[in-house]
């Protein structure tokens, strides 16, 4: 076989003796759904095979085209056989993006990959499946290595040794060099508000009536010892007005009762007149500790335990309590199928890899949505219609109904929320409770 990079169209359903033969050399090689392939080609060679019928080679060239789009009507037999004499190497890719992110390290070499509709197969491994989802992605399997299971992209390249990938292509990280991951950004508890209860404010209001109470009562004890002291009330057996400087005649009984009320202490009042003069002060105090005691349980009991919560980007991998989770992307759209959103349907692919026991099972209420002002969002179930069924055909979104143990399984859940729900939002997952995924 000659060096370079070929392609062979095959159906399963034909003896491989009756297969098309191989047409290449092709360079620049990016497998894009449909299938569509995009190829450069330099030469044309049909290698040494004996026995192919000129109608055979054009057949397998005509089935080039057919993949490239210059022949109309799509590709005739779905299978396509990678092959090269020195080894291959691919990529998967998102062709297109120049600001892709979270690139990928090629895989090889292989002497031969095979193109299925739903899943890609290198020197007898599969290594790719097609993913269940709004729109067609390759999940890689642990088959691709460890550091590549549970990733997500839309397109392979494909390139011969010694070639290079499509020009269009972003160099590709070190196969050994860890996959950039953007620190979490800190979560943000907003600090509880203090506010004051009805029964404070009454209590507080109490206080200080009671405070200015207590200042006139001061203020007219002050002014009664005064005068006291200048009518010489304090001469025990002549007693004085209180608010006068003369004294008054008295009547021999009447100062009998003054000398046995002022009998208890040689100056000023009792100790029981000193409390009783004094007891909306001592109340007020006792009122101001109740309500400041009573305010610090309340504040306390009220105050939300701050949650610390592991923030993780798009198509970053983190692991719960029974699975292993990739959320890949969200979008938007006004319907799905036959069922319109009341607002606008908020699209969120999720992968997931059983890694508890076979007949484990997922339900769209394990997700919830929680926007920027912090209000959750509860994902559509699989009773509201949402998804393909016998009542909704036509929707492009399907529940899976079993998750293998140790293979990625794509999920769409889909939210219906308002129209103008802005950026900001977060996924939480029952499975993993200490994490949410940044969406936007």
Do not use: C
């Not at 709004?134 to 290595?145: E, K, S």
């Not at 000398?259 to 003069?277: C, H, K, Q």
């Amino acid at each position: 076989m000659q060096t370079g990079l070929f392609v062979t169209f095959f159906d399963p359903r034909e003896p491989r003796d009756r297969e098309l033969p191989p047409v290449g050399p092709l360079d620049h090689v990016v497998l894009r759904h449909g299938p569509q392939l995009i190829v450069e080609r330099s030469g044309v060679h049909h290698g040494d095979e004996t026995g192919v019928s000129v109608e055979r080679w054009f057949e397998a060239e005509l089935e080039l085209e057919r993949a490239t789009g210059a022949e109309p009507g799509g590709v005739r037999r779905p299978n396509m056989r990678f092959t090269s004499r020195d080894g291959l190497f691919l990529r998967f890719v998102s062709y297109g993006d120049a600001q892709e992110r979270h690139r990928l390290a090629e895989l090889g070499p292989f002497s031969a990959v095979v193109v299925r509709p739903r899943e890609i197969e290198a020197d007898g491994r599969v290594i790719a499946t097609l993913a269940v989802a709004d729109f067609p992605t390759w999940a890689l399997t642990p088959n691709a290595g460890d550091e590549f299971a549970g990733a997500y992209k839309p397109d392979v390249a494909i390139r011969a040794e010694g070639a290079k990938y499509h020009p269009s292509l972003g160099p590709a990280p070190a196969a050994n060099e860890p996959q950039p991951v953007r620190p979490a950004a800190p979560v943000v508890v907003p600090a509880a508000r203090r506010e004051e209860t009805a029964l404070a404010a009454r209590d507080v209001e109490l206080v200080q009536r009671l405070e200015r109470e207590h200042s006139e009562d001061t203020l007219r004890a002050r002014i009664f010892e005064e005068n006291r002291q200048r009518s010489g009330a304090n001469v025990v057996g002549e007693p004085a007005a209180w608010t006068t400087h003369y004294r008054t005649p008295v009547t021999q009984a009447t100062s009998a009762r003054a000398a046995a009320r002022t009998a208890a202490t040689e100056e000023g009042f009792s100790i029981g007149e000193v409390l009783w003069r004094w007891r909306f002060a001592i109340i007020g105090l006792l009122l101001v500790g109740m309500v400041t005691y009573a305010a610090y349980i309340a504040i306390r009991s009220a105050a939300p335990a701050s949650a610390q919560y592991t923030t993780v980007n798009l198509s970053q991998r983190f692991s719960g309590t029974r699975w292993d989770w990739v959320v890949n992307g969200v979008r938007r759209a006004p319907d799905s199928g036959g069922v319109r959103a009341q607002g606008v349907f908020y699209i969120v692919s999720v992968a997931a890899t059983n890694k508890a026991t076979e007949g484990a099972v997922l339900s769209p209420s394990e997700f919830t949505l929680i926007d920027a002002n912090g209000v959750e969002h509860l994902a559509s179930s699989t009773a509201s219609g949402v998804y393909q069924g016998p009542g909704n055909p036509s929707s492009p979104h399907m529940w899976p109904s079993s998750f293998p143990v140790g293979r990625p399984v794509t999920l769409s859940l889909l939210f219906d929320v308002d129209p103008g729900l802005g950026r900001g939002n977060v996924l939480a997952i029952a499975d993993a409770p200490n994490v949410r995924v940044k969406l936007e």
